[in-house]
Each structure stands twice: as structure tokens, then as C-alpha cells.
């Protein structure tokens, strides 16, 4: 399978809200389900690096290592006995216009592009992992301080839920949907000891994410990552007989 995307991708922080459902249904894409965990949906804030970035595996310069910052919520597609397990995203912001505008013109995605930086300090015993990002000149954050052992995820965790979702999914509109696979073997994560989130989610998201400006996540995770490939195929899925 030709592999569109090739990048690094490193701290992945995944901030956890328990949301209600019907905030998400306008977003869900045509021909999946939401996939919740012990009957609860929930949406993430995910701020990490995307490093040394290769488009059919030709390095890109210049625009190659930058941070990405995402809300996403998780859905699951039933195909015959297999459970396809994926995620949409509500926005993904980086810096780079060059980029967004591929990513966009290419396959229909919700980039938006923003100044973001970052700030990583490691430590003998923790580390430090903040992603900022600039929306109406105010600066938002997600910041986590973490141990420096890694250990693998347990079965059955709200964790490993999270992580391990290997399909994204787009909603191209009321009766199609775009389906492709992201590969990356399963990540090791480090104990979060501390966090701070500072996130406009209304002004980020939409009104209807503003909810989130109040309310605690659930769990707060960061994984240190791998190479990920995202496949050159998609699968669009067609749903016209629906039409009336």
C-alpha cells in the first residue's frame, strides 16, 4: 500500500473530556457510529510534534517539523465481523498555510493555521511537554509534566482507547464520508503528574465546544509517539440511495 504521509510524531498529549453526544452528532460522518467507552462519548484536545515529514516519502524542507494541535472525537465503523475503529477531527491547527492548504485541497480536511510554539525540557526524573497556540492575540496552552519511564498501556484502560484508533474518518457531506488508515504500532506512554490547560474551546471550536471552557477532563495522557504512515488511498463511502 503506497504511503501518502510519512512523519515523526512525538509527546502526543491527549486531554479528555466526557462530552454529550448529541454535540457530536453534526459532525459525524455518514456511516459511522460514535464509539464511546462504558457508554460515554468523549472529544479530545491532542497537542504533539509532527517531525521530519516526507509526502511519497520525499523529505520536505522548511516545513517539515512543526506542532499540531486537534480536537477530535472517536466513531466506529462496522464492515461485515470487523469493527473498524477511527476518529474524526473538529480542527486541526498548525503553521504553516502551505500545508494546511494541502491537506485541505487534497482531501477536504478542517485545518485552520495559527502562530504555534512549543517548549520541551527533559529532566532526570520528569519531563515537560507544552504546546501553545495564538487565537484572538491571547496565547492557549496544554501542558503536561510527566515521568520519563515508559510503559506500555493496559487492556480495558480508557487510555489505550484513546490511543489506539487507526482509521480517521471526513465528512465530505450529508451522504458521503472518506475513510483511510493511519499505521503506527502501539505507543508507550509515560505517568502524567501534572497538567494546565488554558483553552478557549468556543473561539477555537465552535459555540457548541464551549461547554468545555468549564469542565475537567476525565484523564489527561502523553505518549511518546512513533513514525506514523498515513495510506495514499481512501475509501469513499457513498450513500446517494439515501437521497430522497
Not at 512523519?7 to 459525524?28: G, H, V
Not at 462519548?41 to 521530519?52: P, W
Not at 475509501?235 to 430522497?244: A, C, M, V, Y
Request: aromatic fraction near 16%; hydrophobic fraction near 35%; glycine fraction near 4%.
Amino acid at each position: 500500500m503506497t504511503i501518502f504521509l510519512k512523519a515523526q510524531w512525538e509527546n502526543i498529549i491527549m486531554a479528555n473530556y466526557e462530552i454529550d453526544p448529541e454535540i457530536l452528532l453534526p459532525y459525524l460522518p455518514k456511516g459511522v457510529e460514535l464509539d464511546l467507552y462504558k457508554g460515554k462519548a468523549y472529544a479530545s484536545l491532542v497537542g504533539f510534534m509532527f517531525k521530519k515529514t516526507k509526502l511519497f516519502n520525499v523529505l520536505i524542507p522548511w516545513f517539515g517539523t512543526f506542532e499540531e494541535i486537534n480536537l477530535r472525537f472517536y466513531v466506529v465503523r462496522k464492515e461485515g465481523n470487523e469493527l473498524k475503529r477511527g476518529v474524526v477531527f473538529i480542527n486541526e491547527t498548525i503553521p504553516y498555510p502551505i500545508v494546511a492548504w494541502m491537506a485541505n485541497k487534497l482531501y477536504k480536511e478542517h485545518y485552520t493555521v495559527v502562530p504555534t510554539k512549543h517548549e520541551i525540557r527533559n529532566e532526570k526524573n520528569n519531563q515537560k511537554v507544552k504546546f501553545e497556540w495564538l487565537l484572538n492575540k491571547k496565547w492557549n496552552s496544554i501542558y503536561v509534566e510527566a515521568g520519563t519511564e515508559s510503559k506500555e498501556m493496559k487492556n480495558q484502560t480508557l487510555e489505550k482507547f484513546i490511543y489506539e484508533h487507526y482509521y480517521g474518518y471526513t465528512k465530505i457531506d450529508e451522504y458521503s464520508s472518506e475513510e483511510y488508515k493511519l499505521q503506527h504500532p502501539s505507543w508507550m506512554v509515560n505517568e502524567v503528574i501534572d497538567y494546565k490547560i488554558d483553552c478557549d474551546f468556543g473561539a477555537m471550536y465552535g459555540e457548541s465546544f464551549s461547554v468545555l471552557n468549564h469542565s475537567k477532563p476525565e484523564a489527561v495522557f502523553i505518549a511518546e509517539g512513533s513514525s506514523v504512515g498515513i495510506e495514499w488511498k481512501r475509501n469513499r463511502l457513498n450513500f446517494d440511495n439515501e437521497r430522497s
